[in-house]
């Protein structure tokens, strides 16, 4: 039992590579940058310890010398993307300017890589140290702001949720069939043809009194929420 009490539960609680056995060949931040490659290259799926030792030229026993399981090069992987996100500006200023920014970036990494939504889906909330850092910087740029420690976990929480659906919207645009199915404005045509049979009266109501819809721009739609939904959730309404 005290075995397993004083166990580490992360990749991170322990020393990279153990004190004895041959100098080391390669280091985490390496295997890990790999990872990345593969997943951005062939998805998620094709991650696997096989590939990837052959990714670099050796052999998988090798590789849990550095990590320990499938599941602690995933974790490596979330964090290393978390990691990619730039940190060092300056807090103090407009707080919803601050995190609508990180938002963005958060979106943007999640754009570069699409695997990472699926992969935190799957691995639950494991925070590396640079999942800590955002989390503390995000908590830094919210202090000046109303609310209490509670909802401003809640309002960082609602941020990355929305880089996630937002980053999953980009990628389904791109159309891989039906050469409509990306397009905003045949979405919005074939809506108002539906509303006009007459059979969805608060559809056509809410659809006539919205006029024309702005065109399509998901970075502007993407700051709009969280313009509005962000100080809302910390008490402050509409920004």
Do not use: C
Request: without cysteine.
């Amino acid at each position: 039992m005290a075995d397993r009490e004083t166990r580490p539960t992360t990749v991170w609680s322990r020393p990279e590579r153990g004190a004895r056995g041959p100098a080391p060949e390669r280091s985490r931040t390496q295997i890990t940058a790999a990872a990345l490659a593969l997943a951005d290259a062939e998805g998620l799926a094709a991650v696997s310890m096989r590939a990837l030792a052959q990714r670099l030229g050796t052999g998988p026993a090798s590789l849990y010398r550095y990590v320990g399981s499938r599941d602690e090069l995933l974790d490596l992987m979330a964090d290393a993307v978390a990691g990619e996100l730039d940190l060092s500006g300056a807090t103090g200023g407009d707080w919803l300017d601050d995190l609508v920014g990180l938002a963005l970036q958060s979106r943007d990494a999640h754009v570069r890589h699409p695997w990472l939504a699926d992969l935190n889906d799957r691995r639950g909330e494991v925070l590396g140290p640079h999942a800590i850092d955002y989390l503390d910087h995000a908590l830094g740029i919210l202090a000046p702001a109303p609310g209490t420690a509670g909802e401003k976990l809640e309002a960082i929480g609602l941020l990355g949720g929305l880089a996630v659906l937002f980053a999953r919207r980009e990628a389904a645009a791109t159309p891989t069939g039906d050469p409509s199915a990306g397009d905003p404005a045949a979405r919005a045509a074939h809506l108002a043809a539906v509303a006009a049979e007459g059979r969805h009266p608060h559809l056509l109501a809410a659809l006539t009194a919205a006029g024309a819809p702005p065109p399509a721009d998901r970075d502007a739609l993407f700051v709009r929420l969280l313009r509005r939904l962000l100080p809302a959730m910390l008490g402050q309404g509409e920004s």
